[in-house]
């Protein structure tokens, strides 16, 4: 019997300082990515601005006159490719935040997520970073609609929360995208296990889209770039360098490994659940 697959490209891009350098280089990973197939196509957290916090301001867009919107969006029309562009630094009444945008195959922004968790952690002897020093949090969870599947979308510190992947899931995602950039301490600790987790908990596609290390960054991106089965297995996975990862996803997995391990169904609601408390 024909199985239902969807192909889905993730570009790992070295982000560099130049805005005008980035764009370049996610349209040329964007474009290798579609003559090889992919149908969603992926790119990083801040893909278009350094990630640091002395930059957001300057390099945040507004989505009503976005530039680096419209590049993305004429893009995916070209190609006629989905892309999720990653995160770029967005602002609105005088408050920027760290906001993904999903476009569909004519265009049209069909999907919008603004980081809900801001990362503000100072880990001894590793990294430092406090987000909410400059960026404002959203307050939605997101899913959206493809011909394929319901996708849920969160940007990066976000994976560590279960709350908000299980509400995304509660409502039909079967896949989790994650644009990400780690870092050289959390990375190699915890990057690959909280993909796995993600995806073994609510038995669906966990794919976290990392920008590649930059040595001369002032963060160092952990890259890693990596896609995690309904069953926990990782089926790809860069390492620090930039490239592109290409995977065949196969949707009837999600059933059927659902219907071996209830694991969803044997939840004890009476006990516990997730509520959404949004307005
Ligand atoms: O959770 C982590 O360790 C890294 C998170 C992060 O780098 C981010 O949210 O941008």
Known sequence: ???????VGLCQMKVQEEKKKNLLKAKQLINEASELGADIIILPEMFNCPYDNTFFEEYSENEKNSKTLKFISNIAQEISKYIIAGSIPENEDGKVY????????????????????????????????????????????????????????????????????????????????????????????????????????????????????NKEASYNSYGHSIIVSPWGDIINNLEFEEGIIIEEIDLDKINEIREQLPLLKHRRLDLYGVVDKRD
């Open 1 to 7: 019997m024909r199985r239902y697959i969807m192909k």
């Open 98 to 213: 760290n906001t993904s945008y999903a476009f569909d195959r004519e265009g049209n922004i069909i999907a919008k997520h603004r980081k809900v968790h801001l990362f503000d952690i100072d880990v001894k002897g590793g990294v430092t970073f406090k987000e909410s020093d400059v960026l404002s949090r959203g307050n939605e969870y997101t899913v959206f609609e493809t011909e394929y599947c319901k996708i849920g979308l969160q940007i990066c510190y976000d994976i560590r929360f279960p709350e908000l992947s299980r509400l995304m899931v509660e409502e039909g995602a079967k896949l989790i995208i994650t644009p990400a950039s780690f870092n050289m301490t959390t990375g190699p600790a915890h990057w690959k296990d909280l993909f796995k987790v993600r995806a073994l908990d609510n038995q669906v596609y966990t794919l976290g889209c990392s920008g590649a290390l």
